[in-house]
C-alpha cells in the first residue's frame, strides 16, 4: 500500500481554475497506475481521470476531457490533476487513489487519500 494525501482543493469562480495535489508516501510509488475520482453529496463515487505509472497513458472522464488534466512526478512522489474551465457540476470531494491495474473501477484501487472538497460557484 501506499498513503496518499490530497490539497489544493478550495471554492472557485464558474470558469476558474485549479490545480489538486497528491503526495505519497512510500518507496513504491512509480509502480502504482494512479487515479482520480470525486463524489458529490447524494451521487456514487465516479472516475475523473486515471495515469500510468510512468505517466505515458492517461484516461479522462467524458465530462472532464478537454477541461481536466492529470500528470505526475514520480521523483516528487506527487500526482496532479490540473482542472480549468471549471463547471458548479465539478463541485465534489476529490479522491487521489492507487491501483496496481490499469482500470477506471473504483474497487481496483487499493489505497485512497482522504479527499479534498473543491466547490465550484455559479
Known amino acids: 500500500q501506499v498513503q496518499l494525501v490530497e490539497s489544493g482543493g478550495g471554492l472557485v469562480e464558474a470558469g476558474g481554475s485549479l490545480r489538486l495535489s497528491c503526495a505519497a508516501s512510500?518507496?513504491?510509488?512509480?509502480?502504482?497506475?494512479m487515479g482520480w475520482f470525486r463524489q458529490a453529496p447524494g451521487n456514487e463515487r465516479e472516475f475523473v481521470a486515471a495515469i500510468s505509472w510512468s505517466g505515458g497513458s492517461t484516461d479522462y472522464a467524458d465530462s472532464v476531457k478537454g477541461r481536466f488534466t492529470i500528470s505526475r512526478d514520480n521523483a516528487k512522489n506527487t500526482v496532479y490533476l490540473q482542472m480549468n474551465s471549471l463547471k458548479p457540476e465539478d463541485t465534489a470531494v476529490y479522491y487521489c487513489?492507487?491501483?496496481?491495474?490499469?482500470?477506471?473501477?473504483?474497487?481496483?484501487?487499493?489505497?485512497w487519500g482522504q479527499g479534498t472538497q473543491v466547490t465550484v460557484s455559479s
Open positions: 512510500g518507496r513504491t510509488f512509480s509502480s502504482f497506475h
Open positions: 487513489a492507487a491501483a496496481k491495474t490499469w482500470r477506471t473501477q473504483p474497487y481496483a484501487y487499493n489505497s
